[in-house]
């Protein structure tokens, strides 16, 4: 049983768009979500998260959206750039703050 | 300032054999996590330290697999009796009282022959 989804396993978008990332859950215990950006041969790396008491964070080009009522968050990234390259990974975090990540999804920014 | 430590990068080993993880997590960092990630999936949960003990290792996929933390800080995870479906690389995280985010290491990369 997947508790965390990330349906689309690669997103291509060119440099100076918009990048959208989305990602599912279905454990309604989970009171905190992060992103993770992982290059290859590199442990993830922290990008931004959110309580689930918000509906929005932003920190400089990312911002977080959660739906609670959807159980769906999204991660956007505006402008993308070239570097942004890389999997995106989704986590909801429990009581203990264990991670229950998504599958991640590729993102490709064309120059 | 440092981040998470994890060695070997890569540890090959054959069928059967014994395998120590290590972790330097980030200094004054009281809780730790062992995650596995298989290719193509997102890391998966093992087991949580908080200091010392092992507060939840609901994650560890059977007993061949322990991990200990003896003074709080540095963490080994120990692979008995190797098997070829344990293949994948092994990361760690820590993260300090104060906040909820995870820092983690670069992972080592464990091939079971």
């Known amino acids: 049983d997947q508790q965390v989804k990330q349906n689309s396993p690669s997103l291509s978008v060119q440099e100076g768009r918009i990048s959208i990332l989305n990602c599912d859950y279905t454990?309604?215990?989970?009171?905190?979500f992060l992103w993770y950006k992982k290059y290859p041969a590199e442990g993830p790396t922290f990008l931004i998260s959110?309580?689930?008491?918000?509906d929005k964070n932003e920190d400089g080009r990312f911002t977080v959206f959660l739906n609670k009522s959807a159980k769906h968050l999204s991660l956007h990234i505006v402008p993308s750039q070239p570097g942004d390259s890389a999997v995106y990974f989704c986590?909801?975090?429990?009581?203990?703050?264990?991670?229950?990540f998504g599958s991640g999804t590729q993102l490709t920014v064309l120059p | 300032g440092a981040g998470v430590s994890q060695t070997p990068s890569n540890k090959v080993t054959e069928k059967g054999k014994y395998v120590e993880l290590r972790c330097d997590p980030i200094s004054g960092h009281t809780a730790l996590y062992w995650y596995r990630q298989s290719l193509g999936q997102g890391p998966e949960f093992l087991i949580y330290?908080?200091?010392?003990?092992?507060?939840?290792d609901s994650g560890l996929p059977n007993d061949r697999f322990f991990a200990v933390r003896p003074e709080g800080s540095v963490s080994t995870l120990k692979i008995q009796r190797t098997e070829r479906g344990d293949s994948a690389v092994y990361l760690c995280?820590?993260?300090?009282?104060?906040?909820?985010?995870?820092?983690f290491g670069p992972g080592t990369r464990l091939t079971v022959l």
């Open positions: 330290f908080q200091g010392t003990g092992a507060a939840d």
């Open positions: 454990n309604s215990m989970f009171d905190y």
């Open positions: 959110i309580s689930s008491i918000k």
């Open positions: 986590a909801g975090a429990g009581s203990a703050r264990q991670l229950t």
């Open positions: 995280a820590s993260r300090p009282t104060d906040t909820d985010t995870q820092y």
